[in-house]
């Protein structure tokens, strides 16, 4: 292209010194040629009105390249916005954009969105409001969100597509699926993959199994093909649900289809197997990598320590220090954890050293780790002067790890601190409730338990329903505590009679301490145990034959008595047991448990 020069630009005709900004803008790649550009036409002195021509496209060019350079290009877009005299509802849309990316907190974007309506002109439009709520859906930012729901609504935007996928993605992101849906069911014209995606991805990450593979389904009858961003949804659904052979049949689904397995939907096939307990198959994937980055790297990490293979993990995290890889706040959750596996404090110690000399600042979830490390290792004094000195207040995580650890200890003055504290956090979770009563429970402090139901009752704390799942024949099969809504109930019921049996024989004394595992529900207890995990389990024996593994995912803490029955089971009738819990991995087989009764 003939480079102009300041004397030919003035002499030029408007629309030719417009052409020629959109086709100097056009040819940059990035941010820094973009800067370029914008010296090259400073230079020109151009005519006003020309000059905010150009601002206006180096805008709108800076706002499509902001998804990928961030903060430098959302400052920059702020920049060049000031600059344009009276910016248009296109110059407007531009800045929101740029200002939407993940890296800037939707405030940002609001404000500017607000700024438009003060100015009373020009009027937003569906790319406003769809941006805006990009932003929303980024951060995430619900209620922000929710308001431009409202004023697209006012405004008669919101059967725009633009607005509806962004509605769509705002309320799947938030996790409302609901609301999600509705604006699902109500899109016209067909749903494109886009919309598509979404919506399957808001149901995996609430983990509705069914829900999201059904919708899944629905999608390949409507002729929708998926593609890497769908897939990794549905794995996600897979990994949060424990549903093992489903994520076996996407996977299939996935090689059949050739569906290119990039960065990222290598490191969800990791994360969905390992958290499925198929560590052997997230290291097949792992090893078949061509590139690796931190996430690859710290989800196989993770999984190895969640599996108690302490070897493999550290093993793996010394030769990610060899290859130069960074490792991050993550990475350190697998490395600590798989020290707290296997009571490696000295090692654990050293870590803690490593991670800050790298100058990566120790998240919550990292102080959590290294509390459990050191009460793992029944250095209860160290781990509560470790929490007393942590730089951030301790979560609720920290306090019940704390509390369990003090259950056989004599440290009351642990236990009063900590629960006070942990009753401040979440007065409303009916978890501590439990926690604390079978703790006092288990000291024999009946005073104290009831004064705990009291005060859960008093504070109207809403029973959180236990709820299992197990997945026979790829569908998803869940129970909550004393289920009769489950067609097969009638034999499952048999089966827990037989259970009871055994169990008996086997010498084992029900421990009532555990009646208030199901908060609220203690009245429905039966002689004949029905937490949800044991129902789980009892269909699990009666639907499948060794050496099929009876494989149980549990959205709270494991109830003490099962885990004990769980155990005899195994032995009993000689079959492999793996419940995830809330917290962990526990794998029973010939009468022993793989946590070492610690979780
Ligand atoms: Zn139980
Ligand atoms: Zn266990």
């Given amino acids: 292209m003939h ?11 408007r629309e030719v010194l417009e052409a020629h900004v959109v086709s100097l803008v056009r040819q940059c790649p990035d941010l820094l040629a973009l800067r370029g550009a914008h010296a ?8 006003r009105l020309t000059a905010a021509f150009a601002l206006s496209k180096l805008l709108a060019s800076c706002a499509a390249s902001a998804a990928t350079t961030t903060t430098a290009a959302a400052f920059y877009a702020r920049n060049l916005f000031d600059q344009i005299p009276d910016p248009t509802a296109f110059c407007f849309n531009s800045l929101i954009r740029a200002l939407s990316t993940a890296g800037s907190p939707a405030a940002d974007s609001f404000l500017v969105y607000r700024r438009m309506l003060r100015a009373g002109s020009p009027r937003p439009n569906s790319f406003t409001l769809a941006f805006g709520l990009k932003a929303c859906s980024a951060a995430p930012a619900p209620g922000e969100g929710r308001q431009l729901h409202a004023q697209a609504f006012r405004q008669g935007l ?3 597509p633009y607005v509806q996928t962004g509605l769509l993605n705002l309320y799947a992101k938030c996790e409302d699926v609901a609301l999600a849906r509705t604006v699902f069911d109500g899109m016209v014209g067909d749903k494109n993959l886009v919309a598509w995606s979404a919506m399957i991805g808001g149901y995996s990450r609430v983990g509705m199994v069914n829900e999201a593979l059904g919708l899944f389904r629905e999608m390949q009858a409507a002729g929708v093909e998926p593609d890497e961003v769908t897939m990794v949804s549905v794995i996600l659904a897979c990994a949060k649900a424990g549903a093992l052979d489903l994520g076996r049949w996407v996977h299939a689904y996935i090689d059949r289809k050739g569906i290119t397995i990039d960065l990222e939907l290598s490191t969800a096939l990791i994360d ?15 090893d078949a990598m061509v590139e ?20 493999d993990a550290l093993g793996l995290f010394s030769r990610m220090l060899e290859l130069k890889v960074r490792p991050n706040n993550v990475t350190f959750i697998g490395v600590l954890s798989a020290c707290a596996h296997s009571g490696l404090v000295d090692d654990g110690r050293r870590y803690w050293s ?7 600042k120790p998240s919550m979830e990292n102080y959590g780790c290294m509390v459990d490390l050191l009460c793992r290792s029944g250095l209860l004094d160290d781990a509560y002067s470790f929490v007393t000195v942590m730089p951030i207040s ?13 259950k056989s200890s004599n440290r009351i003055d642990i236990v009063e601190s900590a629960s006070k504290r942990l009753l401040e956090l979440e007065p409303l979770n009916p978890e501590n409730y439990v926690l604390l009563s079978n703790l006092y429970a288990s000291n024999s402090q009946w005073d104290r338990v009831s004064y705990m139901r009291k005060k859960m009752k008093g504070n109207n704390v809403t029973a959180l329903a236990g709820c299992s799942s197990i997945e026979i024949n790829g569908y998803l099969h869940k129970f909550v505590v004393s289920d009769d809504s489950h067609p097969d109930i009638k034999q499952i019921r048999l089966v827990l009679r037989e259970i009871a049996d055994r169990v008996l024989r086997a010498g084992h004394k029900p421990w009532t301490a555990a009646v208030l595992h199901d908060v609220g529900e203690e009245e429905k207890e039966v002689a004949l145990c029905e937490h949800s995990e044991r129902l789980a389990i009892a269909y699990g024996l009666l639907k499948t034959k060794a050496p099929h593994v ?7 803490r494991f109830c003490p008595d099962c885990h004990e029955v769980a155990k005899i089971i195994s032995k009993s009738y000689n079959r492999e047991i793996i419940v995830r819990d809330r917290v962990r991995f526990h794998k029973f087989m010939g009468g022993n448990c793989s946590c070492k009764d610690f979780w």
């Fill in 354 to 360: 490593t991670m800050q000399n790298l100058g990566i």
């Fill in 3 to 13: 480079r102009l020069k300041p004397h030919e630009a003035a002499s030029l005709p």
């Fill in 394 to 406: 301790p979560n609720s995580v920290i306090w019940r790890t704390l509390l369990v650890a003090s």
């Fill in 550 to 556: 009876i494989r149980v995912v549990k959205n709270l």
């Fill in 158 to 160: 919101e059967p725009s």
């Fill in 40 to 47: 090259r036409l400073l230079r020109l002195r151009l005519p």
């Fill in 272 to 286: 969905m197997y390992a958290k499925c307990g198929l560590i052997e198959r997230a290291r097949g994937v792992f």
């Fill in 292 to 311: 690796r980055d931190t996430k690859a790297w710290s989800a196989m990490i993770v999984g190895l320590a969640i599996h108690g293979l302490v070897e």
